[in-house]
């Protein structure tokens, strides 16, 4: 069955880097989306991406962030200048159309900024 | 603004014995509700559906979640736990945006005891 993957499990990098989350979507979707979720918060959406084209994004996702999806396969988030406060987990997640209802979330990349 | 609430951020429940995890809705129209799960290390997985059709919705590993509009609920039940239930439980709603993003509630993490 096909599925998302998320690379790298794990992420640490220091305050003031630059990191790329990497995701690999299900191969026929056409949505795409980043949430993320702070230890003990809720999981928060981040971006939507349609149309090589950010469809919408939360007041979380300021300049700092950049979405890319740069060959057809892959779907990255950048993080410029990374801050403490970045620090959670990273979920990617496809779907298969605008009448689908259904995402499929990857495993998640766990950052830590020190 | 479209929004769920989970009443129980830990559920402990011995083998075989029924599950009942709570999940409040403030929607402005009828919504599109989920409940998703998140196993250790695993992505998050779609457990089950409910988009305006049947108000008894049936999901995967013999979960159910009853609509009902004049509670605001969306309550999910197993009639008997196994061990393999223990996770993250994540109960979603879709607001109007053709985005399609979710909005996540707090989460209920479901222990089972042997």
């Known amino acids: 069955e096909p599925e998302v993957t998320q690379t790298p499990s794990h992420q640490v990098t220091q305050m003031g880097q630059e990191v790329i989350l990497r995701c690999v979507p299900i191969?026929?979707?056409?949505?795409f989306y980043w949430y993320r979720q702070i230890l003990g918060q809720k999981v928060e959406f981040l971006v939507s991406?349609?149309?090589?084209?950010?469809?919408?994004k939360s007041e979380i996702f300021d300049d700092q962030f950049s979405v890319e999806r740069p060959d057809g396969s892959n779907f990255t988030l950048k993080i410029r200048s990374t801050k403490l406060e970045d620090s959670a987990m990273y979920f990617c997640?496809?779907?298969?159309?605008?009448?689908?209802?259904?995402?499929?979330f990857g495993p998640g990349t766990r950052l830590t900024v020190t | 603004a479209q929004s769920v609430t989970q009443l129980d951020s830990h559920v402990s429940v011995s083998e075989g014995t029924p599950v009942l995890l709570r999940c409040n809705y403030s929607?402005?129209?009828?919504?599109?509700l989920f409940w998703y799960v998140q196993h250790p290390n695993k992505g998050l997985q779609l457990l089950l559906k409910y988009t305006s059709a049947a108000t008894l919705v049936k999901g995967i590993n013999g979960f159910e979640a009853e609509f009902k509009k004049s509670e605001t609920s969306f309550h999910l039940t197993k009639p008997s736990a196994h061990m393999s239930d223990a996770a993250e439980y994540f109960c979603?709603?879709?607001?109007?945006?053709?985005?399609?993003?979710?909005?996540f509630g707090q989460g209920t993490t479901l222990q089972v005891k042997p």
């Open positions: 929607s402005s129209y009828s919504p599109s």
């Open positions: 997640a496809s779907k298969r159309g605008t009448g689908a209802y259904e995402q499929y």
């Open positions: 191969s026929n979707h056409l949505y």
């Open positions: 991406f349609y149309n090589n084209e950010i469809s919408e």
């Open positions: 979603v709603v879709i607001p109007s945006s053709n985005t399609g993003k979710l909005i």
